[in-house]
């Protein structure tokens, strides 16, 4: 159809030869003119084959262009430099890891041709498994890492729920936080040059402040669950606590930047309740079944050395202490046994609590790297 927007695709890559070959295949094979379409790449200055890939199909795809940024220092600043010559009507964001269906643009195209005020449109993020003998892989599979739909508690097609009162947990990336991942999401001309056509300069979270600065210029984020990109994850262990690291480290940032003064309390039963109260730093610390595994833990310990020293220790106390860890760490590791082969059940285990904890400790150094207090959450 000629009257079809023209559209740009951002794609920022650095050293991923890994996985840029499928995403090319598939970025190719969208059902979508080719005239109507260009997609950029914007390589933060790989070491590796990503360049030289890219480079090789652009001599077959005249669309494929190529943006390479010295002294790259985040994703944020590969895709400003991709902004600075998108021609597009709408901009279509994904990465250099990723799989859009065919119909991707189409499906994230129609909320805006409906409705005029939607800045910001989001769609569902899968798994697309490259090994079928890789543990990290299955266990992203399963548990539907990256899986957008819950995000502020919606499962079905529809408009994100707006920034009320700027509470740390509705700015800082988690579950009720209305964003959109740059992994799956597009932004219209209008929007994006209303807010000034870039991602801000930090060196993370840049997809969480973006979301932000779109709904506070007054358009609307769009939840489109048709609209599919499937991930291909990392595929150690090490480096999918790596990448949770990350997160952790990045959750403070958009808090210090965009949240109110305001301490909130939050407990992970019967949903999220968060309680906020009076105190001299803003931030978010969360009560779930993680956390209280390892504080009934230590105080069990604790007071069992202690016994060995004073017997009076040795009481109901103690064993009330031991009991509630053992509760927790029940419930806690309970979803691994959901998991496909059941055989693996330790295996699923190690990697549901190593990533947990590469979650904490992001947020920890994040905490002290960004002056905004924040106790991660528990899966």
């Not at 890994?18 to 790449?41: A, Q």
């Not at 079905?156 to 964003?179: A, R, T």
């Not at 990697?351 to 207090?373: C, D, E, H, P, Q």
Request: glycine letters at 6%; hydrophobic letters at 40%; charged letters at 25%.
């Amino acid at each position: 159809m000629n009257n079809e927007p023209f559209v740009t695709i951002i794609n920022p890559v650095r050293n991923i030869d890994r996985t840029i070959e499928e995403n090319l295949r598939y970025l190719v094979e969208l059902d979508y003119p080719k005239d109507k379409m260009e997609i950029v790449f914007a390589d933060g200055q790989s070491k590796d084959r990503t360049v030289e890939i890219i480079k090789n199909w652009q001599k077959k795809y005249s669309y494929i262009k190529l943006v390479e940024v010295p002294d790259c220092k985040s994703p944020g600043q590969a895709r400003n430099a991709a902004l600075k010559i998108a021609q597009g009507e709408y901009i279509l964001f994904t990465d250099g890891d990723c799989a859009p269906r065919k119909d991707w643009v189409r499906k994230i195209l129609e909320p805006f041709l409906r409705d005029s005020t939607i800045g910001m449109v989001g769609g569902e993020i899968l798994t697309l498994r490259t090994d079928p003998n890789n543990d990290v892989e299955a266990y992203c599979e399963q548990t539907k890492f990256l899986f957008v739909g819950g995000r502020c508690r919606m499962t079905k097609e529809g408009y994100y729920p707006d920034i009320k009162k700027n509470l740390p947990h509705e700015v800082n990336g988690n579950i009720d936080s209305p964003f959109f991942a740059t992994a799956n999401a597009a932004v219209s001309k209008v929007a994006a040059d209303k807010i000034g056509r870039e991602f801000w300069h930090e060196i993370t979270n840049e997809d969480v402040d973006f979301s932000i600065r779109i709904i506070k210029s007054g358009f609307k984020l769009y939840y489109a669950p048709s609209a599919i990109v499937e991930h291909m994850h990392r595929v150690t262990l090490k480096d999918y606590c790596r990448q949770l690291f990350g997160y952790g480290f990045g959750h403070p940032l958009p808090v210090r930047a965009h949240a109110k003064n305001v301490f909130e309390i939050c407990l992970q039963y019967f949903g999220y309740i968060y309680i906020p109260i009076p105190f001299f730093v803003k931030g978010v610390l969360y009560i779930g079944n993680f956390h209280l595994m390892h504080i009934f833990g230590a105080l069990f310990l604790i007071r069992l050395a202690a016994s060995l020293f004073v017997p009076s220790l040795l009481n109901g106390t103690l064993l009330v202490w031991g009991l509630l860890f053992a509760l927790f760490t029940v419930i806690y590791f309970l979803p691994a046994l959901k998991l496909k082969p059941r055989s693996k059940f330790f295996t699923w285990a190690k990697i549901r609590y190593l990533s947990n904890w590469a979650l904490m400790r992001g947020g920890f150094k994040g905490m002290k790297t960004w002056g905004v207090f924040y106790l991660e959450s528990s899966w």
